[in-house]
T-cell receptor
Framework: DAKTTQPPSMDCAEGRAANLPCNHS???????VYWYRQIHSQGPQYIIH???NNETNEMASLIITEDRKSSTLILPHATLRDTAVYYC????????????FGPGTRLSVLP | DTGVSQDPRHKITKRGQNVTFRCDPI?????LYWYRQTLGQGPEFLTY????????KSRLLSDRFSAERPKGSFSTLEIQRTEQGDSAMYLC????????????????FGEGSRLTVL
């Protein structure tokens, strides 16, 4: 079972920041938070991951709370092409552990 | 394009027929995964290989399903005696078994093979 809880859907206005929350209250010390997204009819695409510190790359920023029980993925200037299902996953650094996907959050970026 | 490729992209078959899907991973990746995805759900893990060894199988992988990766490169997923409940998107992903925390083996997915069983 997925170890995360996400809202089923969210809307965001084009050009605004999209903030996607994720709860992972049972996360353990060696588990990372990963975000993937899936645009319609495509395979999931890696976005970002982090352990404790906030992370930023060219696609997004990941803010992890100090107690690590929740996180937020931020798309700073959402575009119509960011409309997708966003999955938050926790996974340990055991290389044998697999990615367990929940139903994710369906983000709709509106013009 | 050096990404993960899957073939065929779409397959329509009649119940009871056998189908086979092929996945060509990113060439330097030693891990290969199969996932299944039904409408409105996230991908569900089926099985994974490290090189040619099949290291884990989900209980979703019934005895009608078999996966192989004979030379540690491409992989095939065969479904025998298909049922309507097998209709889904079958996703392949590959990753590199890294030795540092900088690369935790993030998954690179293909476009998927969509199966429709009539």
């Amino acid at each position: 079972d997925a170890k995360t809880t996400q809202p089923p859907s969210m809307d965001c206005a084009e050009g605004r920041a999209a903030n996607l929350p994720c709860n992972h209250s049972t996360i353990s010390g060696n588990e990372y938070v990963y975000w993937y997204r899936q645009i319609h009819s495509q395979g999931p695409q890696y976005i970002i991951h982090g352990l404790k510190n906030n992370e930023t790359n060219e696609m997004a920023s990941l803010i992890i709370t100090e107690d690590r029980k929740s996180s937020t993925l931020i798309l700073p200037h959402a575009t119509l092409r960011d409309t997708a299902v966003y999955y938050c996953i926790v996974r340990s650094d055991n290389y044998g552990q697999n990615f367990v996907f929940g139903p994710g959050t369906r983000l709709s970026v509106l013009p | 394009d050096t990404g993960v490729s899957q073939d065929p992209r779409h397959k329509i078959t009649k119940r009871g027929q056998n189908v086979t899907f092929r996945c060509d991973p990113i060439s330097e990746h030693n891990r290969l995964y199969w996932y299944r995805q039904t409408l409105g759900q996230g991908p569900e893990f089926l099985t994974y290989f490290q090189n040619e060894a099949q290291l884990e199988k989900s209980r979703l992988l019934s005895d009608r399903f078999s996966a192989e990766r004979p030379k540690g490169s491409f992989s095939t997923l065969e479904i025998q005696r298909t049922e309507q409940g097998d209709s889904a998107m079958y996703l392949c992903a590959s990753s590199f078994r890294a030795t540092t925390h900088l690369l935790l083996g993030e998954l690179f997915f293909g476009e998927g093979s969509r199966l429709t069983v009539l």
